[in-house]
């Protein structure tokens, strides 16, 4: 579990494909005198474990369904990437709980300056539209942020130059990939209040007319 509070900037120092899975190496700086074997670690949003450390480099093994479904399958030698470790009892709870599983990848479609904010507006499956609402929560590569907009294919969001300066979206543009992980909250409640759905939840809010 994470928080979507970015670390740091790592760069991929090595991916290597292999028959339907892939190592990629990280290095990194902040997250790697904490770090263990085994550890989970959040890259550009996806929970991946520490499978090797050596000295500044963390390397991790993924699957088919990780190189499919996120925006690492397409990653090379020398890209940066968002960093998170994963929760500990003791860590202070910003942003909102990501889980690191991606729902969709999404591309970025615009992005604007507004005074010292960005507005980012980023195209996305209905995989992932289905969970989102206005001043809602999503993580994107990773990063906890809110939703400003909603429309029939894409998202807004806006950025503080602090985000800008500490993540990969500081930097990415028109056309770039980002992996897209909406509130797990919001899908607890859809599966609870859907219309096949048998919950008390559901009975409760038909009898006092909100469903």
Do not use: W
Request: charged letters at 20%.
């Amino acid at each position: 579990m994470f928080t979507g509070l970015i670390t740091e900037i790592g760069e991929i120092t090595g991916l290597e494909k292999r028959a339907g899975n892939a190592r990629i190496s990280v290095k990194a700086r902040e997250i790697v005198p904490d770090a263990a074997i085994g550890d989970s670690i959040s890259v550009n949003g996806v929970c991946l474990t520490v499978t090797d450390i050596e000295n500044s480099v963390l390397s991790f093994d993924m699957s088919h369904e990780t190189l499919k479904s996120t925006n690492l399958g397409s990653s090379k030698k020398g890209d940066r990437v968002n960093l998170e470790p994963s929760l500990k009892p003791s860590s202070k709870l910003g942003g909102h709980f990501v889980t690191g599983h991606i729902d969709g990848t999404g591309r970025i479609r615009s992005k604007t300056s507004s005074g010292d904010a960005i507005r980012i507006e980023i195209e996305a499956p209905a995989s992932v539209l289905n969970y989102l609402v206005q001043k809602g929560s999503v993580a994107v590569d990773g990063i906890s942020l809110t939703v400003v907009d909603l429309f029939q294919d894409a998202f807004s969001l806006v950025i503080i130059p602090h985000t800008a300066k500490l993540t990969t979206l500081g930097f990415k543009g028109a056309g770039d990939s980002v992996n897209l992980e909406p509130d797990i909250l919001a899908k607890y409640v859809a599966k609870f209040v859907r219309p096949d759905s048998n919950s008390s939840l559901l009975s409760a809010l038909q009898k006092s007319g909100f469903v």
